[in-house]
């Protein structure tokens, strides 16, 4: 198989990143309909109803504006316009996502905290789509830098470069087995499986972007690395937590 795969049916080129990504947020909300049936959810169904919507919103805004942000584009025009609007980063939709919840939770008055139920189908819907953006290559800006390590790939463009989708396969791997171990410990304060998603993931694309081709930065860090900086200062309290508890197993 060649990278970018670029399957065709019925002599029509096949988008695999954008259908995996579809795939993505299909099953990704099954599974958390699989999980909240076999869940005691405390927030009401309109409630959830009303945070899901404000996390769509919230992700939905975050993924472009972070996006624009990796590669702004400060020239005004109908091809800079059209290739804003097809922008995106999961990382932007993250934190725009978790912004949008709180946001919701404080207009409707919920003080339960969401996040839980949601942790692990992120996982897989993300898994799903970096299967997609390791396909499409060079196609995607998902790729690393050139390598001449054992790990080096052709990605489409003839260079051996950081697979950095698969890289970031195998730790949603095992991140999903060990918050799915998590969830299971009984004492253990609502929300605290989804702060742990968030600072692990996003501590893991904070030193994966040293191997990624930037080349916009702001006081020598890419727009991601800033954001997820942002995420860990909003985490800081469960970090320090995380810390103490090491600190003290020792």
Do not use: W
């Not at 695999?16 to 999980?35: D, N, P, Q, T, V």
């Not at 985490?235 to 810390?243: A, E, H, P, Q, R």
Request: a positive charge; aromatic letters at 18%; hydrophobic letters at 45%.
């Amino acid at each position: 198989m060649n990278i970018p795969f670029e399957p065709e049916l019925f002599g029509i080129e096949v988008n695999i990143h954008l259908l995996l990504e579809y795939l993505a947020f299909f099953i990704g909300y099954k599974y958390y309909r699989y999980l909240r049936k076999k869940s005691q959810d405390t927030i009401d169904s309109s409630n959830r109803l009303s945070i899901i919507l404000g996390a769509a919103i919230g992700a939905l805004i975050g993924s472009r504006v972070v996006g624009f942000l990796e590669n702004p584009m400060f020239e005004i025009g109908f091809n800079n316009l059209v290739a804003l609007l097809n922008t995106k980063t999961i990382m932007g939709g993250l934190f725009g996502g978790l912004l949008g919840v709180e946001i919701t939770k404080k207009i409707i008055g919920e003080s339960k905290s969401s996040g839980d139920l949601f942790t692990l189908p992120i996982i897989v819907g993300i898994f799903i789509g970096r299967i997609g953006c390791f396909l499409s290559g060079t196609n995607e800006f998902t790729y690393g830098k050139e390598t001449h390590s054992f790990f080096g790939m052709n990605l489409g463009d003839g260079l051996y470069r950081h697979p950095l989708a698969l890289y970031e396969l195998a730790f949603l791997l095992v991140l999903f087995f060990f918050l799915k171990k998590e969830m299971t410990k009984k004492k253990q304060e609502s929300g605290t499986v989804f702060k742990h998603f968030m600072i692990a993931y996003f501590t893991f694309r904070f030193f994966l972007e040293f191997l990624k081709p930037n080349v916009f930065f702001v006081f020598g860090l890419s727009s991601i690395q800033i954001l997820c900086i942002l995420c860990l200062a909003y985490y800081y309290k469960t970090v320090f937590s995380i810390f103490r508890i090491k600190n003290n197993a020792y």
